[in-house]
């Protein structure tokens, strides 16, 4: 294969851009292909907005499932465009995470003027499609997971992010789906660590990986990071993305070590707005 360095690297603008079209391809073709009796019972749609699009769970106020990205970057999102998008969740559970290279500039100030504060950020990371280390020894099996690890995937996926169990169909639904690669680790028959890799164009994207309390601090993310840029590489891949919460003091984060480590570069911190009652933990 021939060196993806040769070709000439984007700069943070493209590259960038490149990462978010794939986080919003996979999260269009989750919603596309959750259950039909679950999107009626959430009320799941999406919606775009002047190049971005917003993810709607309209009977189901909750954080996870309803957000608005990638706005700003190809026309300067005007106020009455963000009042519309605003309107779109009556609920008030929902965070607006525009990219750092949105515009206009005033946008922030539009997003405090309305009642929005910033909950936290998500830092978003990339790096070469370049040959990955080897993976670290965990004493754990990884396996490619197939539509029957469907249920138990989702169970993990809900017991590590303490989601609602309604969101488990949603997250069984992409396994086995094209461009969707799931691995897990197991110890015996038990799935204990899990992650995606989803392939757009170009881009690799990793995300939705965690590991049950019980067997945390046994390299089972970096051992799945390794298989999935692998796989990511083997599949064509030119670059690989990932997202992660902030590591502070009082939330420390693994994963942003992991990356560290990887090879993997800072692009931005993309902020998530969201209504100040919500930031504040009364809603």
Same mark, same amino acid.
């Given at each position: 294969?021939?060196? #993806?360095?040769?070709? *000439?690297?984007?700069?943070n603008?493209?590259? *960038?851009?490149?990462?978010?079209?794939?986080?919003?391809?996979?999260?269009?073709?989750?919603?596309?292909?959750?259950?039909?009796a679950?999107?009626?019972?959430?009320?799941?749609?999406?919606?775009?907005?002047?190049?971005? #699009?917003?993810?709607i769970?309209?009977?189901?106020?909750?954080?996870?499932?309803n957000?608005?990205?990638?706005?700003?970057?190809?026309?300067? $999102?005007?106020?009455?465009?963000l009042?519309?998008?605003?309107?779109?969740?009556?609920?008030?559970?929902?965070?607006?995470?525009?990219?750092?290279m949105?515009?206009?500039?005033?946008?922030?100030?539009? $997003?405090?003027?309305?009642?929005?504060?910033?909950?936290f950020?998500?830092?978003?990371?990339a790096?070469?499609?370049?040959?990955?280390?080897d993976?670290p020894?965990?004493?754990?099996?990884l396996?490619?997971?197939?539509?029957?690890?469907?249920?138990?995937f989702?169970?993990?996926?809900?017991?590590?992010?303490a989601?609602?169990?309604? $969101?488990?169909?949603?997250?069984a639904?992409?396994?086995?789906?094209?461009?969707?690669?799931h691995?897990?680790?197991?110890?015996?028959?038990?799935?204990?660590?899990?992650?995606?890799?989803?392939v757009?164009?170009?881009?690799?994207?990793?995300?939705?990986?965690? #590991?049950?309390?019980?067997?945390?601090?046994?390299?089972?993310q970096?051992?799945?990071l390794?298989?999935?840029?692998?796989?990511?590489?083997?599949?064509?891949?030119?670059?690989?993305t990932?997202?992660?919460?902030?590591?502070?003091?009082d939330?420390?984060?693994?994963?942003?070590?992991?990356?560290?480590?990887?090879?993997?570069?800072? $692009?931005?911190?993309?902020?998530?707005?969201?209504?100040?009652?919500?930031?504040?933990g009364?809603?």
């Amino acid at each position: 294969m021939k060196s #993806t360095s040769s070709r *000439g690297a984007p700069d943070n603008l493209a590259l *960038g851009r490149l990462c978010l079209g794939a986080e919003i391809a996979s999260m269009r073709e989750r919603t596309a292909g959750a259950p039909a009796a679950l999107v009626a019972e959430l009320g799941l749609r999406c919606e775009p907005v002047d190049g971005g #699009t917003a993810f709607i769970a309209s009977r189901f106020p909750h954080a996870t499932v309803n957000r608005v990205t990638g706005f700003g970057l190809d026309l300067p $999102l005007d106020e009455a465009t963000l009042d519309r998008t605003i309107a779109l969740y009556p609920h008030r559970v929902f965070s607006i995470q525009p990219s750092p290279m949105a515009r206009p500039p005033e946008l922030s100030g539009w $997003l405090v003027a309305r009642g929005f504060a910033v909950g936290f950020h998500w830092l978003i990371w990339a790096r070469e499609a370049q040959p990955p280390p080897d993976e670290p020894s965990t004493g754990l099996e990884l396996r490619r997971l197939e539509p029957e690890h469907a249920a138990e995937f989702a169970a993990l996926v809900c017991a590590v992010y303490a989601n609602p169990v309604r $969101l488990a169909p949603l997250h069984a639904a992409g396994v086995g789906r094209p461009r969707w690669h799931h691995w897990g680790a197991f110890d015996g028959d038990r799935l204990v660590s899990a992650g995606i890799l989803y392939v757009h164009g170009e881009v690799g994207r990793l995300f939705t990986a965690g #590991t049950l309390p019980t067997h945390r601090g046994r390299g089972a993310q970096g051992a799945l990071l390794v298989r999935r840029m692998g796989q990511a590489r083997a599949l064509g891949c030119r670059w690989i993305t990932a997202e992660t919460a902030d590591d502070l003091p009082d939330r420390p984060n693994p994963s942003v070590h992991n990356l560290h480590r990887l090879g993997f570069r800072l $692009l931005h911190r993309r902020p998530a707005w969201m209504p100040r009652e919500l930031e504040a933990g009364t809603v």
